[in-house]
């Protein structure tokens, strides 16, 4: 057998080095197993790159790179990061931030066995939803309700139940997409449905529903348009009509409103947006929309409506196979029941107190966090306070826009956006802006005082040009 080259000698054995104080620390901290790991490839990449006349790495060296190496493999991937974009219910940042309600109740039933299903008055198994079912019904004014894991799948499961191998009546002009590709016609063919079509993209009229309506029809389908908006020479058969329409002609109207809200935001001064109270009030059957866009809860999707169609969707199969955790449940009651105070709603909830924070707050903290801004950062780019203009996000109120303020950042000669841009997402805690008007705007709507010295902390790592 060959004899190694000598060089390959001068770097330390295995042995060795886990006998050092340095890696022994490592193993404590990072684990044996994974240490082990990291330590034969460390070595086997220096032995590949040593050359003569290069320097043979010492024990620091090794135990150096073995511990960037292991903080990078256990770093989470997902991570905290800030959102300063100008959208306060961002689907690629997880939409609305839970309450401390939410949070505390969610903790206590991932650390403690809780009453999931099980009914503790009868001694026996019980029903998940009746955790939250209760005030879903007060809120809404429904008869029943359920719950399941986003809206998509509240959608999917109404029309599976409902309508499965039969006609579904919906308006051109609401067969929407949405982010990820949803599109209303792809989850009804997905469901089982048949697709059909009324009206025009932009005028849809009760006789375009009452001609399609027939012996195959199994219900009428009313979607919000919560993503976009058609505006000029339009026409759509108000709520409480079409729900009279399909009952009379003994079908029901399954109205998905998407983000969906709890109360009327107009109180709070944001634009009014459909509320589940509202769609049952005008006589829909099945309501569906979702609870961690403008409600302001955790991922999931409600069914709210009438008891005979709840049932017929809680006995589904597939209603199983769509089921909320006991972690969400838990999230989902604490935040519900929030909105029996709504005199306190503004304070309690995250997503309704972003929304409703005033420019002149907003600017004030603009001015304030500029004049401490670190000045590795301002070596490499101009900054100012400037107004902008945020948006709710995730399909809400689409062409309303609120005002806010941001931290303009121009480079200096020589940077590039882009650069700047990629030096924020690179911070341990990522600042996430967006680029406008050849600037990286860091609007702070959703950067809440509490949260400032940690994001002067971060900008402070920025490393001067």
């Not at 107009?266 to 099945?286: F, I, K, N, R, S």
């Amino acid at each position: 057998m060959l004899s190694p080259p000598p060089r390959w000698r001068a770097l330390p054995s295995l042995d060795r080095l886990l006998r050092q104080p340095a890696f022994a620390a490592l193993a404590d901290e990072f684990g044996r197993a994974s240490l082990l790991e990291t330590l034969r490839n460390l070595l086997a990449e220096y032995r590949a790159a040593l050359v003569p006349g290069a320097p043979v790495p010492d024990e620091g060296t090794l135990a150096e790179a073995a511990r960037e190496r292991l903080q990078a493999r256990m770093r989470p991937s997902l991570r905290p990061v800030f959102n300063l974009t100008g959208t306060v219910l961002h689907t690629n940042l997880g939409r609305a931030l839970y309450p401390e309600a939410a949070i505390a109740a969610a903790t206590a039933a991932m650390a403690r066995p809780v009453n999931l299903e099980y009914d503790l008055g009868e001694g026996r198994r019980g029903e998940r939803d009746v955790h939250v079912e209760a005030w879903l019904v007060r809120l809404t004014g429904a008869e029943a309700a359920l719950v399941v894991n986003n809206n998509a799948a509240a959608v999917y499961l109404a029309l599976n139940a409902l309508a499965a191998g039969r006609e579904v009546v919906v308006s051109r002009g609401e067969l929407i997409e949405i982010g990820g590709s949803f599109r209303i016609p792809d989850i009804m063919a997905s469901a089982g449905c048949t697709l059909r079509e009324v009206g025009t993209t932009n005028r849809t009229h009760p006789r375009d529903y009452e001609g399609a309506i027939g012996e195959r029809t199994a219900a009428v389908m009313k979607v919000h348009a919560s993503n976009y908006a058609i505006q000029g020479f339009t026409c759509a058969v108000p709520p409480r009509e079409l729900a009279a329409l399909a009952h009379a002609r003994g079908v029901p109207l399954v109205e998905d409103l998407g983000c969906g809200t709890l109360v009327d935001l107009e109180a709070y001064g944001v634009a009014h947006e459909p509320t589940a109270a509202e769609a049952v009030a005008a006589g829909a059957d099945l309501v569906t929309f979702s609870g961690d866009k403008l409600l302001g809860g955790p991922q999931c999707g409600i069914v709210v409506g009438r008891r005979e169609w709840i049932d017929r969707l809680r006995n589904h199969p597939m209603k199983r196979a769509l089921r909320l955790d006991k972690v969400r449940l838990a999230a989902l009651e604490a935040v519900l029941r929030l909105y029996a105070d709504p005199q306190r709603l503004p304070q309690a909830l995250p997503t309704l107190r972003l929304l409703t924070r005033t420019r002149d707050e907003i600017r004030m903290q603009a001015e304030r966090l500029l004049a401490a801004l670190p000045a590795s950062l301002l070596q490499g780019a101009d900054a100012a306070a400037a107004d902008c203009a945020s948006q709710v996000g995730s399909g809400a109120l689409p062409v309303e826009s609120l005002p806010s303020a941001a931290l303009r950042l121009v480079p200096r000669a020589g940077g590039s956006l882009n650069a700047l841009a990629d030096s924020l997402r690179a911070l341990p805690v990522p600042v996430l802006g967006r680029l406008h008007d050849n600037a990286l705007l860091l609007d702070l709507r959703c950067l809440e005082p509490v949260r400032e010295a940690e994001f002067l902390a971060q900008l402070a790592q920025v490393p001067a040009p």
